[in-house]
C-alpha cells in the first residue's frame, strides 16, 4: 500500500510538471482556449476547482525546487504540496531560504501538525511586518460556487482571518450541539450547512430595518405540479421536490405566468403577497415564535405555514396559519403533518 501511494505521488508530480510545461509553452492559447485552466478541464474531464488548483501549484512548483523534487520522488502528497505552495506565495523570499527544512518536516509532520508548523513558521520569518501579512491574507480571500453534476451546489472557499472568525461564530451559533435540541438527528456536517442556509435566509428575509421580506429567490413552478404536490422542478441551482415548492410558496410573493405552446412566457401577471404584512404582525403577534413543541425560535426566523395549503383551497387568514421555523416547516412539508404548540 505504502509503495503503492508513494507511485501515485509521483505520477500527480509527473501531471503537474506538464501542466507547468504547457502553461510556459502557452498551449492552451495556441489550441484556441482562453487558459490553461480551461484546457485541462477539457482534457480531463475535471472539474474547474481541481484544474484551477493544479494550475496554480504547476506555477507555484517553478519557484520550489527541494518541493518539486520531494514532489517527483513521491515523498510528499499533493495536498502538501499545496499547503507549501501557499505558504511561498505569502513571503516567497523567506521560504526560498528555508524550503529545504519546512519540506523535511511537511515528509514527516501529521495532517494536524502540518498546519501548525507552517503558521508557526509563518509568524516568526517576518516579525516586524504582521500588519502587512495580515493585508496580504485579505488579498488571497475567495469564494467559488459551482453547481455540479449530482445536482449539489459545492462551496470552496478562503477566509481571512477576520472573516473567517465571523464565519465560524455565526455557523457555530446555529450548529453548535449545545444550541441544538438533545433530540436532533443531523449530523455535524448537515447542521453546519443548515446553518449556513439559515443565515443566508436570514440576510434576504430581513430589509436592513429589522423588518421581515420575502426571500429573493426566483422559481416558476407548474401549476398542476404545485397544486397536486407530485414531480420535481427545475431550478437554476438544480432540481427540487414539489413538497420544496409548496413549501416555498407558502410564504412568498406570487406571480402568474402564462406560457405559449413552446413554453416561452407570453405574459407575466402582478406579483401578490400570499400572506399580506398586515396579516404577517397579527400573525407574530398570536404565536410569538415557531409553534413546533420546545422549539424557541423567535417570531423573525419564521415561515407563515399554510395548515391546508392555498393552492388545495386553503384560506389564507389566522385560522390556517401558524409559523414554523425553516427546520420545522421543512418537517411539516415532508410529512405533512406537524404538532403545535400550544
Known sequence: MVTALREARRWNARITGLVAVAERRDLARKQGYP???????????????????????AEALQQMPAT????????VSESRVKMLAQAQALAPEEFAQDEARLVAQATEASSAQLPKVLAAWKRTTDPGGAEAEVE????????????????MVHLDADLDPEGGLLVLEAIRSLSDPAN????????PHQC???????????????????????AGVLVTIPWLVLQQGKGIVDTEAGPISARTARRLCCDATISRVLLDPESVP??????????????????????????????????????????????????TD???????CARHHTLTHQDEWHPRRE
Open 35 to 57: 487558459s490553461t485552466t480551461e484546457w485541462l478541464m477539457a482534457l480531463s474531464g475535471e472539474p474547474a476547482a481541481a484544474c484551477r488548483s493544479r494550475v496554480a501549484v
Open 180 to 187: 441544538l435540541d438533545p433530540s436532533d438527528t443531523r449530523t
Open 136 to 151: 496580504r491574507l485579505h488579498l488571497l480571500r475567495r469564494l467559488h460556487l459551482s453547481k455540479r453534476w449530482s445536482d
Open 68 to 75: 518539486r523534487e520531494a514532489f517527483a520522488a513521491g515523498e
Open 266 to 315: 407570453i405574459e407575466l401577471g402582478r406579483a401578490t403577497r400570499v400572506v399580506t404584512t398586515p396579516l404577517r404582525r397579527l400573525l407574530e403577534l398570536r404565536d410569538q415564535g415557531c409553534t413546533h413543541p420546545g422549539c424557541g425560535r423567535p417570531a423573525a426566523w419564521c415561515d407563515a405555514h399554510h395548515l391546508q395549503h392555498w393552492a388545495e383551497g386553503g384560506t
Open 192 to 214: 453546519r450547512a443548515d446553518a449556513l442556509v439559515e443565515i443566508c435566509r436570514r440576510h434576504l428575509q430581513g430589509d436592513g430595518r429589522g423588518r421581515r421580506r420575502p
Open 318 to 324: 389566522l385560522s390556517n396559519l401558524q409559523l414554523l
